[in-house]
């Protein structure tokens, strides 16, 4: 029998239940859920990043699988998390098929599992509220559908439709030549092909993509002048959320899993409660109420896991003590719908207060100047009652995205009332292990539903036309939505590369084994979701061309980039967007040198991975905006 660590009263935990069910409340956000929750892959993060300026910790092992699991599939179902499961048939939807691991390696040490691209993806008909934003803010919510709720039909809206209610009237600025017979021909070879939007550069109109993956036709095409490298792509882009949300990180965020990971680490919960803040960086700290847990002495609830600065590029991974508390039950309903509120009240009304507290471990001030300008913009709409609902849920999923990877630190009066109850003492700056890791479930519960969104509108966003939308409306919404979701990539894989460090030096993980399976999760994150996101936005603006048709304010100025009569008659554009592209002017020219200077990283070892460099991918993207290409 093994000695227990508890205070107060206890009642058994085996028949407990973790419920994070959410009521069903309108709410100003218009969230909804997915009618089939396994058909969203999870979002992306068990660690905490430290903060250098205020000695926050960061827990990459908090919110960790138990010891001896790996999770090394990408976007498996949720049943596919237990130890030793295999799920036949389990793919992620437009993805590359990896090399296998050696057929002699055990099952929680293989490679990523094979995943092609032609799965389809499901995609829920949901009609969120559009009211009193502009017409270049708005997404047209999709029809309604005969096939079952949360299945995809094989629609594709992402594939230009040849009807003509779609089409969209020739606008001042548009081409300004005919094209010549070559042009002609290879536009008339997409339209009978039926090829995906993938294969070409210009966005011609085409018709929907023929079935099969890749299109029957691509392979032919795909040695014309006019067509890109990338490979077909004919999911809907929603079916990307999946690398946002990588398998490798999250298995343990599930509520199945939670459950599972407490009835393993605690036998009892105390009747004696007190009220306790935690705080993560931002000014305002998250409370709670809570409960002695009763725990064995090996239980992981009685430590966790953070990074703290240790006056050099490269923060020290250290093991603290963790006091046995925990959140009742019966309290945990209503926690993911305060969370939610929380998340969008910052964004609504503080993203002021939020933005310096997000970056304050980085060398360079790039991703920090970045997210400045897009939150002004944003803002600068919101407050002129023009509120862009996708750029705003982008920007909850940053948030969220940053609250899941700090430690969640109990203030010093919060500390002593739990010494005082427990009669331990603790060490600074300590995190309760098993409070922090139920926050943080009912904090994913909603951010999977964002990422699906975001992703489906903003991919809805460039194909739905709209006579009343401008050139420069449509860029400042797609750009800033985009370069959000890149910010989010690269605080991803900066997360992931503490939780592969930790799995590596505290649970005793072979190194090179793990650290193949981070450098396959950035490779994938790179090719299958930031390459397809950018080239999507390239092509539908012809950044990288010149003259008339091209759009490229950073390059080229706002005047000259929206196609106006003359540069004085850019006064005529919004103010917020003409203040936006001179914050992004001013961020490049300060930050020229390192935008034209970096270079993908090789996943070479050594001491500093440039993976904690949270502008790596943003400032890959911003270089396709400096360099003439016609």
Known sequence: MQPESYAGDTYPIENTQLSLSVP??????????????????????????????Q????DYTALGPTGGISYNALGLPENNLDLGQEVP????????????????????????????????????SQNSSQSGSPAWCKIKPFPPSSSPKGSYDGTNSHASSASTALSNPKRRGARNRTLTPQEKQEAMDVRKAKACWACHLSKIKCSPCSSGSPCQQC??????????????????????????????????????????????NATGWGTQQIHVR??????RPLEATVVTLAVPSNSRLGYHHQTQASGTRQ????????????????????????????????????????????YDDQDSKLPERL???ICSFYSAGLAAGQECETLREALEVHVTCTMLERSLILDE????????????????????????????????ASQQQRIFDVLRNWGNMGWVSNPRVSIEEKWATSFSVLLTLILIMDKTLETAYYFCEGRIKHHGYEATAERRQFHELVRLMQTELLDKLKEIFHSSFKTRKGGREACNPIRDGAGTAFQRRSVDDASTVDESILRLVEDLQTVVEDFGAEVRQHRRASPAGGCYSPYTNAGRLAAIFLADFLAYKS
């Open 371 to 373: 997210l400045k300008a």
């Open 89 to 124: 048939g389990a793919r992620v939807p437009g993805a590359f098929e990896p090399v296998p691991a050696s057929q002699d390696t055990e099952g929680e040490d293989k490679d990523w599992q094979s995943v092609p691209s032609n799965a389809s993806s499901p995609w829920a």
């Open 315 to 358: 923060p020290t991974l250290v093991r603290k003590k963790s006091p046995p508390l925990g959140i009742p039950p019966a309290s945990m309903g209503g926690m993911p719908e305060e969370y939610r509120r929380i998340v969008n009240e910052i964004v609504t009304t503080d993203l002021d207060m939020y933005v310096p507290i997000v």
């Open 413 to 444: 009066k919060s500390m002593w009332q739990v010494e005082e109850l427990l009669g331990e003492q603790y060490p600074p700056r300590s995190a309760a292990n098993c409070v922090q890791r139920q926050i943080k479930y009912a904090l994913f």
């Open 24 to 53: 069903r409340h309108s709410q100003p956000m218009q969230d909804t859920y997915p009618s089939n929750p396994d058909t969203i892959s999870p979002g992306p993060w068990n660690s905490e990043r430290a903060l250098n300026n």
């Open 219 to 264: 392979d032919r095409l795909s040695g014309k002048r006019r067509f890109c490298l990338l490979p077909c792509f004919n999911d809907p882009l929603e079916s990307l959320q999946t690398f946002l949300a990588p398998e490798y990180l999250l298995g343990h965020l599930k509520e199945a899993k939670g459950a599972e990971f407490l009835s393993k």
């Open 278 to 283: 935690m705080t993560w960086g931002y000014w």
């Open 55 to 58: 000695g926050m910790g960061f």
